[in-house]
């Protein structure tokens, strides 16, 4: 999941069509010769899952074990690949190949999507103080320090511990030669930085005030800042804990070089179904720079891989089903957003809604549905028409199976994101990131209380044995579900009725939408 959100984009002309027939990528069943992989439709037993065309049926095939088998690839590839597979990596590419080897086996033809952006990409990031190596982040768009690091002492706001202001700092302050340490809270980490350099301060590290790792940035290159790092709550105390007995002396290196990704994402769907209604999956298939990327996205990525595997062997699907393995979205949701860009209105209203899934296994996880209703959280970005019929899939999938769930919030936070500020519906589910787990929750799920649900976002850590097999067994059979129900019938998000048996609409044609009341009362 990216940490960054990308605010106030405007839709975007269409200038490609992504249509029933798509391009066979020529590489990837030489690269992947010999790769492993779950078989084309089989049971946890080997057997055939046969036409698994009911919900029962459907969340049966898409076994958790052939899920994990994919994850066990991709902890593979990135073994391979100097622990990475982030995006315009040779990881990245290796973990493309593989899901385009298994799609094609299961029938399936894949496209890539080619895009390219700007990323910023970390060279040094390190921090030791008084000679203990502590956990440090670097912040997007911060300034590098010199050759060897900042070397100084550590100073402390004397008035506000956030350092949001040089009045912070005391009167007169005067950090030159030090480094401050501040915590992060209600202003932007900008200001920090620039407060900091505003008294004199070498750098500036903001300790989190919730359990967990700062991942931050500066917004945009200023050359007023010091170089910004990020750190955890617990070290930030321990640290201030150890500045009130007297003087500490720490170093930082913070260094990061600008690079231009060049990069594709995945897509394939079904050859069955109306393609003037199509169902649509996505998961982020690359990781951030720090480490794997099991938890965050591979989990989701095996998901949505297993099932559209488990659906080519479903004998009759009214709509078309789109799968998409997105892209750069780490270096904030680039991939979703240039495909999303390169779509026509005419396309993108083709879509019946958007199923996003980024990271379905996290260890001290939740089960979340994003609350496109708003019954828990207020959304900060405006629900498109049909995403509460959409969450609505998935709730009462749970329900029917005594599976407690709770809200996330509809923000927007991934990659659904250029899909609701075009219109399109969306829906998703969620087992938590650097959020902290409450009492209630664990109650709900088990699990620890106080400490986030994924201890290791972010981190090099976030490797397959950072994932909760439970956890992306619940979530993978709520998306075989949702995606075998409305592939077979949308008429509750957008009032288009299934297919017949000859695959063309219905003969009474679609139901009328909200949408279209509207205009016959006009």
């Known amino acids: 999941m990216s940490t960054r959100k990308i605010d106030d984009r405007a839709a975007r002309p269409g200038r490609r069509t992504t249509r029933r027939t798509l391009a066979v990528t020529a590489t990837a069943a030489v690269a992947l010769a010999g790769m492993g992989g779950p078989a084309l439709a089989k049971g946890p037993g080997g057997e055939s899952n046969g036409n698994p065309n009911t919900s029962k049926k459907i969340t049966q095939a898409v076994d958790v074990d052939n899920v994990w088998a994919h994850l066990e690839e991709f902890q ?91 009045a ?42 919730v359990p967990g790792m700062v991942n931050g940035t500066l917004g945009e290159p200023d050359p007023g800042y010091v170089p910004a790092g990020g750190m955890t709550q617990a070290d930030g105390q321990a640290v201030l804990a150890r500045m009130a007995e007297g003087p500490v002396e720490a170093t930082v290196q913070l260094e990061t070089v600008d690079e231009v990704v060049s990069t594709f994402n995945v897509l394939a769907e079904t050859s069955q179904g109306r393609d003037d209604n199509v169902v649509m999956l996505g998961a982020h298939l690359d990781g951030a720079q720090e480490g794997a990327g099991i938890n965050d996205n591979a989990t989701g990525s095996a998901a949505i891989l297993e099932t559209a595997v488990q659906l080519a062997t479903v004998n009759k699907l009214n709509n078309t089903v789109r799968f998409a393995w997105w892209g750069g979205e780490e270096d904030g949701l680039q991939g979703s957003d240039a495909w999303v860009a390169d779509q026509s209105d005419d396309e993108l209203a083709d879509i019946a809604t958007y199923l996003n899934f980024d990271m379905v296994g996290s260890p001290n996880y939740i089960i979340g549905v994003y609350d496109a209703d708003e019954s828990t959280y207020e959304a900060p970005v405006e629900v498109p028409a049909g995403s509460v019929e959409t969450e609505d899939v998935f709730t009462d999938y749970f329900d029917s199976t005594g599976q407690a769930w709770v809200d996330t919030m509809f923000s927007g936070r991934s990659d659904y994101q250029a899909f609701i500020e075009n219109g399109v519906p969306a829906s998703g589910l969620f087992t938590g990131a650097d959020g902290t787990k409450t009492e209630e929750e664990v109650g709900m799920f088990g699990g620890t209380a106080g400490i986030t649900y994924d201890p290791n976002y972010h981190t090099a850590l976030d490797d397959i044995d950072n994932v909760d097999k439970g956890a992306l067994d619940i979530m993978s059979d709520a998306i075989a579900h949702a995606t075998l129900s409305l592939a077979q019938d949308t008429s509750e998000v957008n009032g288009r009725r299934s297919a017949g048996k000859s695959g063309k609409p219905h003969p009474q044609g679609d139901l009328p939408t909200a949408h279209d009341e509207a205009e016959d009362a006009a």
Request: proline share 5%.
């Open 76 to 166: 593979r590839i990135a073994d391979d690949n100097g622990g990475n597979r982030a995006a315009g990596t040779e990881g990245y590419e290796a973990s493309a190949e593989y899901v385009e080897q298994v799609l094609q086996e299961a029938g399936y033809e894949t496209e890539r999507h080619p895009f390219s952006y700007p990323r910023t990409w970390t060279v040094a990031e390190s921090l030791t103080v008084e000679g203990e190596s502590l956990g440090v982040r670097v912040m997007s768009y911060s300034p590098a320090t010199p050759d060897g690091g900042v070397t100084g002492t550590l100073a402390a706001p004397a008035v506000d511990p956030e350092g949001c202001d040089a």
């Open 168 to 209: 912070a700092y005391g009167e007169g302050a005067d950090l030159t030669g030090q480094i401050a340490i501040v915590s992060r809270g209600s202003c932007a980490f900008a200001a920090k930085s620039l407060v900091a350099a505003a008294v004199g301060a070498e750098a500036v590290l903001v300790y989190n005030n």
